[in-house]
Structures are given as C-alpha cells and as structure tokens.
C-alpha cells in the first residue's frame, strides 16, 4: 500500500522520469507533438498477410536489428535518461530497478527467461543492484510502477526506477492480427466506429524516491505518487469482464489509498486501446466509478488516451500513460483523442477531440487493463 501522507517525509516523490515513443524521446517535445494531435503510425512491412501494417516504431531503432538487442537498447537509453532527470548516479548503490515487460523479444526467440532479460538491462546500465521483472500483460508498466512505490511505502527501498519496456516483433503483430483485436483501418479510441487497436513500442521510466530524502537533496520534483490500485476479473485469457465492475474497483482502490475522492479527479489516462469490447468496459466503468462526484455537483474528470499516437505498447503502455497523465498536471491540460471524431454513444466523460482541452485539479489517474484479467489504477498529483 501506498503511503498517503502528502508533504511528509514518508511520501513517494517522482524526481525523474523519461520515455521513448514513436513521436520521439524528448519529454517536452513529444508532449507537444501530442498536443498537436501527432501521430507515430506508419507503414510497417511484414513478411506475413497482417489486418494492417501500420504499427508505431521507435524512429531510431531498425526495425530489423535482432529483438533482443532492441528491447535492450530501448530500456537502457531511457533508464539512464530517467536517471539523469533525477539527478542520480546510474551506479548509486541505493537504486532499485523494477522493469515490467509483456513478452518482451520472447515470442520470438528462444526464451532465456524474463529475469535473465532484467538482468541484461541492469548490466548494460551499470546499475549495482539486481532488478524485479514484472510481466502482468499490457499492466506490466503500471504494475511495475506500482511494486516500487509499495517498496518505498514499506520501508524497504529508499530510491526505486520504475517503468516499463516492449517491442514490436512479428510474433505480436501476428498474434493480434489472428485474434482480431488488431484494427484493419485505424486506431480510433471511444470512436463510434473503433474497430480494433493497433501495435506499438516504447519505454517509460519514473524514478520514485523517499519524500524526505529528495527534499533533503533539492531534488526536484516532476509529482507524487499518491496510490495505487488492482484487481484482476479472472474472466478469461484476453477479453475483460464485460461489466467494467474490475475497473470500478481498481479506481476506487487507487483513491481511497491516496485518501482521494473521486470529486477530486481532474484527469484520468484511460487504457483506451481502440477496441470495441475494451472501450465499451471502461466507458461502463466510469460511468458507475463517477457518478457519486456528478451527483455531489463536482466537475467530470477530463479523460484522454495516447495510444492512437504510440500505438498500443503493451508491457510499456502503463509507463508511458504515466509519464503522460504527469504533464497533463503539470499544463492543465490533455492533447486529443487521435482518430476520434464521433464520440461512441454514451460514453459518460468530456473527451478532447481535434484540440487539446483544459482541466483544473491536481489529481490524475491511470488506467490499464491487460490480457488474463490484471487491471490497475496509479493514482498521480502534481508536484506541491
């Protein structure tokens, strides 16, 4: 559980934080591309019969250099960059690392282990300390997120790095392409006409640190990391409990361990994947998650979604919407919704479109939703 105890030196403070999409690696630079309403989607040749071939890539990563190697330089130059936001030391003893991924390059080489992949990228850094390897599907990044803060919550780690890596392989674009879930036309995020999601890859990492031991430092200080919560439907192995109770809970979760309302919500990062059955759960979901805060007379959190932009990262995407909900406080407002024109019938909260919208509160909210049923909410604020 997260310590809620804003202010106080027990607090999880986010001193650091970095990402590399298919907009580019710049945090400021990409933000604005996506406030611009940019893209990463681009043709992608396959040597196999796909629903579509357009995917979202790093655009200085060959997409035919060996996939190990790939997801090993993805994670590392955005590891040592979350890093050095911080104003740390790669080599600093006291850091932890904690990386989520899904399958990572493993669909598509022989499989040396997950953990042997973690160990690989503490190494390629320099890092002093063996990491944590999470792999809970498209949560993985939230997750890993969220095992850190319980770390630090705990009294266990003074400094954690969290965050997440995936990349695009054959093998994934294959797999979702076989269980349509991939889109033949475009992704369109609580469209009416969404018709699937479309793949992508990247890296986020947030560097998470004891409250009173980055003040001591002057560190500074990109939020907090206020709470967290998960739940898992166990409905089947890809497809969510239609009735977005699972999602319900994760929210109600974060909030209540970062002693929030749901009034107090200004913006929430929904997982928004583009596909039918995806975007009806969670429209369900806010619709039940929010209606105490409208009935109270609060203003609806604004809600946005980025992977028409990145593509749908998978491992990363927890990562990456972090890094995103965490600008969006910090500017007061989100970019648009890519694809989306007409809002799908009753979806229950503002959505940007075309322009970015403003929004006032300084609390945000997550949300991912992975295959096998793993939902999970961070619950972010600005920096004080």
Not at 51 to 57: L, P, S
Not at 175 to 181: D, I, K, P
């Amino acid at each position: 559980m997260v310590v809620s105890d804003p202010g106080g030196d027990s607090d999880v403070l986010i001193t650091g934080m970095a990402w590399s999409t298919a907009l580019g690696s710049d945090l400021d630079g990409v933000w604005q591309a996506l406030l611009s309403g940019a893209t990463g989607m681009t043709a992608v040749p396959s040597a196999h019969p796909l629903r579509n071939d357009r995917a979202a890539v790093l655009p200085d990563l060959p997409v035919d250099l060996d996939p190990v190697r790939r997801q090993l330089e993805a994670g590392s130059r955005t590891l040592r960059a979350a890093v050095s936001d911080a104003g740390l030391d790669i080599t600093d003893p006291r850091l932890r690392l904690v990386v989520g991924t899904s399958y990572g390059s493993h669909l598509d080489v022989p499989p040396d282990g997950l953990n042997v992949w973690g160990d690989a990228l503490a190494t390629e850094v320099g890092l002093a300390r063996r990491p944590l390897v999470v792999s809970t599907a498209c949560s993985a990044g939230s997750d890993a997120i969220s095992v850190g803060a319980a770390l630090i919550g705990a009294g266990e780690e003074e400094i954690c790095v969290v965050g997440g890596v995936d990349v695009l392989t054959p093998a994934k674009r294959l797999g979702h392409s076989a269980l349509g879930t991939m889109s033949p036309t475009a992704l369109r995020a609580f469209d009416a006409s969404h018709d699937g999601t479309i793949l992508g890859e990247g890296a986020a990492f947030l560097v998470l640190e004891v409250g009173g031991s980055a003040r001591a430092r002057g560190a500074h200080r990109r939020g907090r990391m206020a709470g967290v919560g998960s739940a898992n439907d166990a409905t089947g192995p890809t497809a969510p409990d239609p009735s977005g109770d699972t999602v319900v809970r994760a929210v109600h979760a974060a909030l209540a361990s970062a002693g929030r309302g749901t009034a107090e919500v200004g913006v929430l990062n929904a997982h928004g994947s583009g596909t039918p059955v995806n975007d009806d759960v969670e429209s369900r979901a806010f619709a039940t998650a929010f209606a105490n805060g409208e009935a109270a007379g609060a203003v609806a959190p604004v809600v946005f979604a980025t992977k028409g932009a990145f593509g749908h990262t998978l491992g990363a995407t927890g990562a990456l919407e972090a890094v995103a909900v965490l600008l969006a406080l910090r500017d007061g407002r989100v970019p648009p919704v890519p694809g989306l024109r007409t809002v799908m019938p009753g979806f229950p909260l503002p959505l940007p479109s075309g322009v970015p919208l403003p929004f006032t509160g300084d609390v945000g909210l997550s949300v991912t939703i992975g295959f096998g049923g793993f939902t999970t909410c961070l619950a972010l604020e600005a920096p004080a």
